[in-house]
């Protein structure tokens, strides 16, 4: 004899089986059209080209690349979980609208860094530390620094360490163009001595590696280290590890050679 016993139903669960499935992944964007010959990926363009450039440039800004921006977005869940194949994390910094690539460090003899640490000297190391400061300390929106004011943020080591003004300017302005090539610094079209700051820099210079580099800056300017020592830095090897937002770009369209990264607070600045 079949039981015909039914079971009531709570009147909070009655119609559940009538809503509408939910997806346990993300969006279904269609079948993909190989790009080229032999092509297996299971991606959509659109999200390969953002893993593309997530891998070739230092960052991705809402504001410079509005349709990269777009794509790191619908397709973040997937990009993490092939960069976290690279040992790379995908950051994403919402308010800013800024992502980057980041390298991931832990034990062992079979991984390898894909993402190049850029070195950058004492002089650079300085800038990129009053720069942020400027930046936190600003409420504008777009904010601006002129060549001027970058000068004057270093007259306290004028003053300690380097005598010769005509060659600290000119390490000054060596350390702008490096800035510039970091992308945190951007020029006027019509005053190529007026910048504007990159929101990157409040994305990759957090709070504590300020207060790191700060530290530093104390004991290189107790030190008494003299100009050419300064200079000298990245050839002696006492340079500073910026991680420039995870790209090998050495141009604006991200086309590089090597990967660059950025710096971070686990690895930590040190010159």
Known sequence: MTDTTTTDVPDEFAGYDDLPAVPLTSADHGPTVPRFDGDVSELPDRACWALQNLLTRRHISGERQPQLWSWVAEFADVLRVRLSELDLRLRIVDELQIAFVEQVGY???????????????????????????????????????????????????????????????????RAVDKMEEMEFLRAQRDDPDTFVLSPVITAVMTASVI?????????????GADADTAEGDAAEGDTTDIDTTGARTTDTDGAGDLPQDRLNTTQGAHW
């Open 211 to 223: 207060t790191d580099l700060q530290r530093q800056f104390e004991q290189f300017i107790s030190s």
């Open 107 to 173: 034990d062992s003899r079979w991984g390898r860094r894909l993402l190049k640490r850029e070195t950058i000297n004492t002089y650079d190391a300085i800038l990129a530390l009053h720069l942020a400061k400027y930046m936190r300390a600003s409420h504008e929106e777009n904010v601006l620094v002129t060549r001027e004011d970058i000068h004057e943020m270093f007259a306290g080591v004028t003053n300690t360490i380097d005598r010769d003004l005509a060659a600290f300017d000119k390490r000054i302005d």
